[in-house]
């Protein structure tokens, strides 16, 4: 149940503060006086599209309101309990505050938290049921049929399943077909694989070789000057006179003697051998070094082919020996899947028949569902009819079946409908006037609703097209469907508006050269007053105001009758 609304700055209303009650509520006013208002500004609480252009001229943004009372039947406990919302849960309360700015982006709060556009969405079609003239015209779309008796029959679990399966179908047969697109390409791509292969496995390249390489070929590029270097640093050190090695034996015979005279010169001489060892040491590594390095005629020709070779693999497979190696594998791998595409394809067959007999079976049974649900949906849809003056009206489901599997099962469902006797069952948007489709509307929610339940209504001018009779008819229906939900109505007939629990006139005014919109609460006075304008055209009469009363009086008797 709406408990209590609050608009800001939204389109003609400066701050309205409205508190609601049980039971059927209409909306009233003149024409142009913003009757939808109420219906736009609980469309944002529902979730929809907000249009920045509702926004009150000259304010920063618009703020939209609402708190409701949550009974045992809200479809928005189960979500709150999903989702973790146990405040929401235990307190059965659920406050929502939505901030439209001007400019920049808003904000949607959920109980003072921080809640986004697309959980207001799930929240908001499980608090609000909105209908308007475009649910009218939604209702001519077969597609919107099927949608219709599988949430009349419940059918939740089963659409669940067809919808599964499809997927798995889907994916089924996307797998099938590529494999049999490789399979049409697979001998050519074979030979692209086993031409890489090969190319890779003549070069043979090794971790590490192409730094390897470059070092030989540096070494090769300055033999001759490094033999030169390595003779002077051997003379130097080692066989040259007088050489680092010999003068470092003189040293340290010297610091012995020293160190006779003084002991602290032991260190200095064993320093000096220290030396020598070294020095005696390195020269032995120069001298196996010049030993093995020698120019090798035709080397360095070698080395830079071998390179080339290495940098044409880089370019085609990989940076390094290491990813030229690893795609070498992948090479292998893809050919051992070509050579076994056969039994790849012979086991995705064999998984299309499996999907495609799940998916029969799940569709079947939504089938039998469906056309169970439908059984039950027509007759009641007739009664519903029948109390909006449509007593000889006849309604049925056609169904067809789809060329191939879908998404929403096997079969397609459209509604038909024989106004009046004779004409025969014709689809809906062939033989249903704009009171017709309104009453056909009216017929169909006030049949689903009674099969779900737990949200509020908001219908939006859903008698557009009707008058007299048919207005009280439906009259009637809305009071007899807000004693199971709460409901909300923005009605220009008086035959309708009789029937309200609460009645709210919204009227506007000028005021500082600006156009404001207010709204009332009426009592039974002023409720008369409301429908004797409406009747009258303008100002009310004493002939509209006693009309006004029999309507009230006669609405009432009617509404105690049901």
Request: contains cysteine; glycine residues 8%.
């Amino acid at each position: 149940m709406l408990l209590t609304l609050r608009i800001r700055q939204f389109v003609l209303v400066d701050d309205w503060t409205l508190e609601f009650q049980p039971g059927l509520t209409l909306l009233t006013g003149e024409t142009g006086a913003g009757k939808s208002i109420l219906v736009n500004a609980l469309g944002w609480i529902a979730g929809e599209r907000a249009d920045r252009g509702l926004v009150r001229k000259g304010a920063d943004s618009a703020v939209v309101e609402a708190a409701f009372e949550l009974d045992e039947r809200s479809p928005a406990i189960d979500w709150a309990a999903d989702r973790g919302f146990d405040e929401i849960v235990e307190e059965r309360q659920v406050v929502i505050r939505r901030e439209v700015r001007a400019e920049g982006s808003g904000k949607i709060r959920l109980n003072g938290s921080p809640c986004t556009l697309a959980m207001l969405r799930e929240l908001g079609g499980r608090l609000l049921e909105l209908h308007g003239q475009h649910d009218q015209q939604s209702l001519l779309s077969p597609e919107r049929h099927l949608e219709l008796i599988d949430r009349f029959g419940g059918h939740g679990k089963e659409t669940a399943a067809v919808a599964a399966a499809f997927g798995n179908l889907e994916q089924a047969q996307k797998t099938r077909q590529n494999l049999q697109d490789r399979s049409t390409d697979r001998l050519r791509r074979a030979a692209e694989l086993r031409a890489d292969l090969a190319a890779i496995e003549t070069v043979a390249p090794e971790p590490g070789e192409a730094e390897r390489l470059d070092t030989e070929r540096r070494v090769q590029a300055n033999a001759v000057k490094l033999g030169e270097w390595l003779g002077t640093a051997l003379a130097a050190a080692r066989d040259g006179e007088p050489s680092a090695a010999s003068l470092a034996a003189i040293a340290e015979r010297a610091a012995r003697e020293a160190a006779e005279v003084d002991p602290a010169l032991v260190a200095a001489a064993e320093q000096f051998a220290a030396a020598g060892v070294e020095l005696e040491d390195a020269a032995s590594v120069l001298r196996d070094y010049r030993a093995h390095v020698s120019l090798e005629p035709g080397r360095l020709d070698e080395i830079e082919t071998r390179r080339g070779q290495l940098k044409d693999l880089f370019l085609r497979f990989g940076p390094t020996e290491r990813a030229v190696l690893d795609h070498a594998e992948v090479l292998r791998e893809e050919l051992d899947t070509l050579d076994q595409l056969d039994d790849a394809l012979e086991a995705a067959a064999e998984a299309v028949l499996t999907a495609e007999r799940d998916y029969t079976t799940a569709a079947t049974r939504l089938t039998r569902a469906r056309e169970r649900a439908a059984k039950q949906l027509v007759p009641r849809v007739e009664t519903e009819l029948a109390e909006l003056a449509m007593a000889k009206a006849r309604f049925d489901v056609a169904w067809s079946p789809t060329d191939a599997p879908t998404l929403h099962g096997a079969e397609g469902a459209m509604f038909r409908l024989e106004a009046n006797p004779g004409e025969g069952l014709r689809p809906l948007h062939k033989v249903a006037s704009g009171g017709e489709l309104s009453r056909v509307m009216l017929a169909l929610h006030a049949v689903l609703e009674n099969a779900g339940g737990g949200r509020v209504l908001i219908f939006d001018e859903v008698d557009t097209g009707v008058g007299g009779a048919v207005a009280d008819a439906i009259g009637s229906r809305l009071a007899g469907l807000a004693r199971r939900h709460q409901a909300l109505c923005v009605t220009h007939l008086p035959q309708v508006a009789a029937y309200a629990d609460g009645h709210l006139r919204i009227s506007k005014r000028d005021r500082a050269g600006r156009t404001l919109a207010s709204i009332e609460s009426l009592d039974r006075d002023t409720r008369v007053e409301e429908l004797a304008r409406m009747l009258a055209g303008r100002e009310p009469t004493s002939v509209s105001r006693r009309h006004a009363t029999e309507l009230l009086a006669a609405a009432t008797a009617q509404a105690r009758r049901r």
